[in-house]
C-alpha cells in the first residue's frame, strides 16, 4: 500500500503543500512580492503537471511527456523566479544566459535523443544543475552585499536553501536514472540493490521534505507580509 504512495502520489502532493502555505495569503487579498507570486506559480504548475502523471500512472500509461513538460516549465519559472531576486546586474545576465542555453539544450536533447518513453534524464540534468548555480549565486549575494531583500532575507535565505537541497539531492539522481534503468533492463528484474523504482521514492522523500521546508518558510514570510500590510493601511487611516 505504501509503495504506490511513496513512488506515485507523494510526488504529486508535496508541491501541493507548499500551493497551500500560500492560502491565508490569496484569501485575505495580501500584496505578494513579485518574486513570490512567480515561486507559487512554479508550485502551483508542479501540482498540477505532477497530480495528471500520477493519475496517468495509477492507470497503467505512460506519462513521461507530463514529466518533460514538468522540467521545461520548472526550468523556465525558477529561472525568472531566481532573475528576480537576485540584484548584481552580472549574476542577472548569468540567469538569463543560463535559461537561454539550458532552453536550447533542453530542446536539442529532447527532439534528437529523447525517445518519448523512458525519463528524459539529460534535461532535468541540465535544468537541475542550472538552479544549484543560481542558489549558489544568490546566496553568496546574500551574505556579502546589503541585499534589500533582507528584511526578508532569512526566509528567503531558508527557502533557497530548500531549493537548494532538492536539487542537489535531484540531480544525482536525474542524472544517474536513465543509466540505472538500462542497467536493470539489461540485468533482468531480479536486480539485486538499485532499482529505478527505490530511487524515485528516495527522489520523492527528498521532494516531500524540501517542500514541507519551503512552506514552513512561505508562512513565515506571508505572516512578515501581513504585518507590513496592517501597518501600511493603519498609517493611511
Same mark, same amino acid.
Given at each position: 500500500?505504501?509503495? !504506490? ?49 500520477? &493519475? ?26 531566481? &532573475? ?12 538569463? &544566459? ?78 544517474? &536514472? ?13 536486480? !539485486?540493490?538499485?532499482? !529505478? ?41
Amino acid at each position: 500500500m505504501w509503495r !504506490p504512495f511513496l513512488f506515485n502520489y507523494l510526488e504529486a502532493l508535496s508541491p501541493l503543500v507548499v500551493v497551500l502555505a500560500f492560502v491565508p495569503c490569496l484569501w485575505r487579498g495580501w500584496p505578494l512580492p513579485p518574486f513570490m507570486r512567480t515561486l507559487f506559480a512554479y508550485f502551483v504548475c508542479c501540482a498540477i503537471i505532477q497530480g495528471v502523471a500520477a &493519475y496517468i500512472a495509477s492507470l497503467g500509461k505512460n506519462n513521461i511527456v507530463w514529466y518533460t513538460l514538468n522540467g521545461f516549465i520548472t526550468l523556465i519559472l525558477l529561472s525568472r523566479f531566481f &532573475y528576480q531576486i537576485l540584484q548584481r546586474p552580472l549574476y542577472k545576465r548569468l540567469v538569463v &544566459y543560463g535559461v537561454l542555453s539550458g532552453v536550447g539544450l533542453y530542446m536539442v536533447f529532447l527532439f534528437l535523443y529523447h525517445d518519448g518513453i523512458s525519463f528524459f534524464s539529460p534535461g532535468y540534468s541540465i535544468g537541475s544543475l542550472l538552479i544549484i548555480i543560481y542558489c549558489l549565486l544568490f546566496l553568496i549575494e546574500a551574505f556579502n552585499v546589503d541585499h534589500p531583500l533582507i528584511k526578508h532575507g532569512g526566509m528567503v535565505i531558508w527557502i533557497v536553501s530548500g531549493l537548494l537541497n532538492y536539487f542537489l539531492g535531484a540531480y544525482a539522481i536525474h542524472i544517474t &536514472y536513465r543509466v540505472v534503468t538500462r542497467h536493470v533492463v539489461e540485468k533482468g528484474a531480479n536486480h !539485486p540493490v538499485l532499482t !529505478p523504482s527505490l530511487l524515485w521514492g528516495i527522489h520523492n522523500s527528498i521532494y516531500f521534505i524540501s517542500c514541507v521546508f519551503i512552506a514552513v518558510q512561505v508562512l513565515r514570510m506571508l505572516r512578515l507580509l501581513r504585518t507590513d500590510h496592517q501597518q501600511a493601511t493603519e498609517s493611511m487611516t
